[in-house]
């Protein structure tokens, strides 16, 4: 598909990657692109063409908020799975309901917008839907091992719903990256992307018609290495610094 007069809706707009994404669709030449957030009316339009823009109040991990996002944008073409989450826990000892947050946030909440949005991304022509990843959907990490496997669970999610939604021609784009210099990233003294290089890279591989993009070197590593032992992978991830 064509970015170009595309009507897109972008969960987790408010800022990093979401913003980013906002704002290269707009670049691109987006018809609309809904910005939806929880708290939609503290999200500044500065720098966007606003008339093009329209906040969306959004909850991925409430269903019936997703109902209601589905209701109010039926012309959407373009679905960018962006919102996230990392509450840092390990799987062990970590706290359950923050664990299951990260399932209902990545897993669960890309899966209630696929499925609210699949009507009327068919019905539109078909459309795409761009899940963001992470180069963490590929490996653990101590600290962070709920967040790991929801990316995991999320990465398994994208390779299903991909192949139920190709006969209605859609299009669904994985997108895994290492770091992006956000918010999120805030606590990491490593080398981080532009959030514009990211959703650039995105949208250039839904033109192009890409399952899968792998934003950098590191990803492009990570999933390389799953193919041999894991052992000498996770030595040297333990020896690095980051």
């Known amino acids: 598909m064509e970015i170009n007069g595309s009507i897109a809706l972008v969960t987790g707009a408010n800022r ?30 500065d720098g966007l063409d606003a008339d093009r823009v329209v906040r969306l109040a959004l909850d991925v991990t409430d269903p019936d908020a997703v109902r209601r996002a589905a209701e109010q944008a039926p012309d959407v073409t373009l679905l960018v799975n962006n919102a996230g989450s990392n509450t840092w826990q390990d799987l062990v000892a970590g706290d359950l309901d923050r664990i299951r947050l990260e399932l209902e946030t990545h897993l669960f909440g890309s899966l209630h917008m696929v499925r609210a949005f699949a009507p009327a991304l068919g019905g539109n022509g078909g459309g795409a839907v761009v899940n963001v990843l992470s180069a963490m959907s590929w490996f653990a990490h101590p600290g962070a091992n709920a967040y790991h496997v929801a990316k995991a669970a999320a990465w398994a999610m994208a390779n299903g719903v991909r192949l139920e939604l190709a006969g209605q021609g859609t299009l669904v784009t994985a997108v ?63 020896a690095a610094t980051f």
């Open 176 to 238: 895994h990256l290492g770091l992006a210099d956000t918010d999120m990233s805030a606590g990491f003294d490593s080398e981080k992307l532009p959030p514009l290089e990211v959703a650039r890279a995105a949208l250039d591989g839904v033109e192009a018609g890409a399952w899968e993009v792998l934003v950098d070197e590191w990803s492009r590593s990570v999933k390389a290495s799953l193919a041999a032992d894991p052992h000498p992978f996770y030595e040297a991830l333990a």
């Open 16 to 45: 990093g990657l979401g913003r980013a994404f906002t704002a290269h669709l707009l670049d691109r030449g987006a018809a609309k692109v809904y910005a939806a957030a929880r708290r939609p009316a503290d999200m500044s339009l």
